[in-house]
């Protein structure tokens, strides 16, 4: 009963086709890409709520067991994600005969280009997709983007095929929406509020699931909120029974888990929620945590108050604070506290409206993710600007019309070219501008300062005499990069600091967003 | 076999006299002080191992169970800090028949003037004493005042009654000093490292008691460092069997816990003591939890490290960082993570010495105060000069050279003034610089910055058209409190803020360290 199931053009290349039940796999599917299993079932009764559907994955003595779910109309399917090449074998499991003790095998070949499989956290603080590639977060958020008009969609995308982010914040369920009815609903029922909360729409899902395909396609991750309190109880979608919200979530993690892309993120403002409380993210979490067969990063998005991010299940700090990425010493407080990578997802947004965040000049906001990256730190970007139809990237997509996106992606471009470890803070208490790898690569950052020149003085750990080392002058706001004629010699200056053996300085040209990249000679 | 133990005369007004065993009770505690029973008992063997002694204490259904310990020369004693007044009884337990079965009663009678009783946590971010008062920290540092000549000890107690300080960081052990050795030291044996571990010196523990006493008259909290990296190894209290630091913990424990002004720091610089692990500190806290009776405050102090102070038996964070205390939106950041008070028990030193964490002016000194406690939080002091006798607060004690402490007295002068809920940042994320109580209250500090005028605009929590309030400018350096003539009418100015009705500013005399206290009128 099994056949191929083709999503879409965008999708096409990371679905396999996977043959007849029992019979030797058809097309492979690529290393973290998805495997989809489509069975036909039972449409009696409710199938969301009565019929039972998982899949043992194994090679070797390795198994994987995934949640399948109903997709309407007598439709049943599975996803995989397999991480690694060679043959695979599933067996379905189900509490129906039509869809139980279905068996197959597949073959999984090497990760096409641009796929490095799921991001995870590396070391302490940073993160790296599966095959090791570093994942320098510079994220985005646009809350609505999949409840709009399709040409709308298709400009976001369009926008982010352009923009420098490879993170996108957006929400699962519709914010309420005074000027826009969204398209398509997650439940079966009547809008604003007759929802049957027993029947998942899956025409919603699926066009859900298109979207965080295309990112996919784009290589952007997509951080999937699966609450949030901009509804105010017009949709209900805030305000469902507790078991409704358990069942939603596994059917979530069962459709979207086996996208590598994804990223779990429990809440936007779940302090803003205040029906749920504390025992309710924790019992959130740990449903997400059990069912995601592959451990996507998972973690919460506070407004006031913060969720204890040293929980087992949070695998990374992401959080709001109009304060907190404004200089490294502060931003870096936070990653001593956590011992994760930490996010800022949210530190107001780049904009012209009355609301006090979303004031930011272009210039604060790439100040906040050049600061956030000398903190060893990331930062989230949005922007709203005052518009008559009510467009906003924040809210809706679309286009982007701030200045902070082409210096951002000047400032990837940077983090790109710093080593893999990722970037973390040579000397946090000291106001010493410099992340980076002690002895070998030094980014600093003057942000407003506007100084016309620099000692060659950096911190003392990884330095030794006679080390030498090349600079160049980064002007973050203009994007220039100025090599520094020469090399600098070091040598021990007092007990705290190595400086140039001649104590030469760098000539810098007084102007604020100036940057300092120093890397060794051999 | 009970006798009265007269500790010496600082101690006098709270240590009770206990009648003979079986007797009702001699002279009168004090709620809050310390009743304390001797018994005689075996002297062979080692008593500090072989011989376990505790009592329970009972009024009505209530019993608070208490561990006894050994004091040498056959001494064994039991301390109880009461916290009710009325007729209380007792019963000795212990596997040697001449400490087991003792009863007796006493009589527990108010407070005595001064006498608040230990010091808890109050709401979430804040501190009061078990009456009720409330409790603003005021911390200074003097790591190693009770291992010095007696001279320099009374000394640092005649400063201590003079400065503004109500709660002192201090070590049980002694630091590794070369060029004092200590006068005394907790176990038997012999100078540098021939140590008895099995045999505490109870004449150490007992002067600690006696400095801890005294502490307690003059009002002072005593944080009682356990642990300390500065041994270095050099007398090992740093690095002895996991056993002794145990019964180390319940011994210091069952002499100390019924001090009132006692708190306990774990460790200073804990991750600076690479021989114990996480799950050490953790079962140290454990330890202290589970045999202190009174639950006084606990927490530990780090170096480059935080301990996870989200977990369950830290009662208060207590942080060491150079950076975090400069200004109060980065003070605030910790906070809002741990829910809990949250003291800066060092953010470097005002001194003169060449290393940075010993540098700080006064101004810089005092800065941090002001900083911290418009976060909600509070702060430490300490100070480092050069000297040729190698004489400093900071490591001894004696005098205080610096310039900070008379703007702490009137700092803290202030604070005493402001509502008993503790301060509140009012809006902290917008920089701007009031705590207080909204509606009622506000401390504005302008820290570095030298205003000319500030125009009178209040974040709009709590406020309502037509309230009216006074003002006065502070000088926070020159300790001076100025009243502005007349009083102030707010009217709604935006959407997050009130200001004067008639627009009206403060006038300021553009200097640094100024600060506003705003206070509404009936």
């Known amino acids: 009963m099994m ?79 397999p991480d690694t090449v060679g043959q695979w074998e599933y067996q379905t499991h189900s509490n129906r005969a039509a869809l139980d ?111 965080v395909g295309e990112l996919r396609a784009l290589g952007i991750e997509a951080d999937v909120i699966l609450f949030h309190p901009y509804d105010k109880g017009y949709w209900g979608f805030d305000q469902m029974p507790a078991e409704v919200n358990e069942r939603y979530l596994r059917y979530v993690v069962a459709r979207l888990a086996a996208y590598r892309n994804v990223w779990w993120s429990i809440a936007n403002e779940f302090d ?67 011992m994760k990578p930490v996010v800022y997802d949210e530190v107001k947004y780049e904009g012209n409206i009355e609301r006090r965040w979303g004031q930011l000049s272009a210039q604060e906001m790439v100040l906040r993710f050049w600061m956030g990256a000398i903190a060893g730190t990331y930062v989230g970007h949005s922007e709203i600007f005052k518009d008559p139809d009510d467009m906003s990237w924040l809210g809706k997509g679309g286009t982007l019309r701030g200045a902070s996106p082409p210096r951002l992606a000047f400032f990837r471009q940077v983090l790109a070219g710093s080593p893999a470890e990722g970037l973390e803070p040579i000397d946090k208490w000291q106001e010493h501008p410099f992340a980076g790898k002690p002895g070998h690569y030094y980014l600093g950052y003057f942000g407003r300062q506007a100084p016309a020149s620099w000692p060659f003085v950096l911190a003392k750990p990884g330095l030794a005499d006679g080390m030498r080392f090349k600079a160049e002058v980064l002007d973050t706001w203009n994007m220039t990069v100025t090599p520094v004629p020469g090399a600098f010699e070091i040598r021990k200056r007092d007990n705290y600091s190595f400086a140039d053996k001649d104590g030469r300085s760098i000539a810098l040209p007084a102007r604020p967003y100036m940057a300092l990249r120093i890397t060794r000679l051999p």
């Not at 043959?19 to 969301?48: C, I, K, M, S, Y």
């Not at 977060?137 to 352009?162: D, F, I, K, M, N």
């Not at 929400?171 to 909360?197: C, I, M, S, Y």
């Not at 973690?299 to 404004?326: C, D, E, F, R």
């Open 3 to 81: 056949r191929a199931l083709l999503l879409g053009a965008a999708l096409l290349a990371s679905v396999a086709t996977a043959a007849h039940a029992r019979a030797q796999g058809g097309a492979p599917v690529e290393r973290w890409g998805t495997l989809e299993l489509a069975l036909a079932g039972p449409r009696d009764g409710n199938p969301f709520i009565e019929v039972a559907l998982s899949a043992t994955f194994r090679q070797g003595a390795r198994t994987v067991l995934v949640d399948g779910f109903y997709d309407g109309e007598g439709q049943y399917k599975l996803r995989f994600m």
């Open 101 to 211: 003790g279905q068996r197959g095998t597949f073959t999984v070949v090497a990760a096409g280009a641009g796929n490095h499989g799921p991001v995870r956290v590396k070391g302490v603080h940073h993160f790296a997709y599966a095959d090791g590639t570093p994942f320098w977060q510079v994220g985005t958020t646009s809350y609505g983007w999949t409840h709009q008009p399709p040409a709308v969609e298709r400009q976001t995308l369009a926008t982010l095929a352009g923009a420098p982010f490879n993170k996108l914040r957006m929400l699962v369920f519709p914010n309420h929406d005074v000027k826009h009815q969204p398209p398509r609903f997650p439940f079966a029922g009547t809008p604003p509020k007759e929802w049957d909360f027993t029947r998942f729409d899956p025409a919603f899902f699926r066009h859900l699931e298109q979207r």
């Open 272 to 338: 803003y929620l205040v029906k749920k409380g504390m025992p309710d993210w924790d019992r959130y979490f740990e449903i997400v945590q059990a069912r995601d067969p592959y451990q996507h990063l998972r973690s919460i998005h506070n407004a006031m108050v913060l969720y204890n991010h040293t929980k087992p299940w949070v695998t990374h700090v992401s959080v709001q604070s109009g304060a907190i990425a404004q200089d490294f010493e502060r931003a870096v407080l936070l990653r001593d506290v956590y």
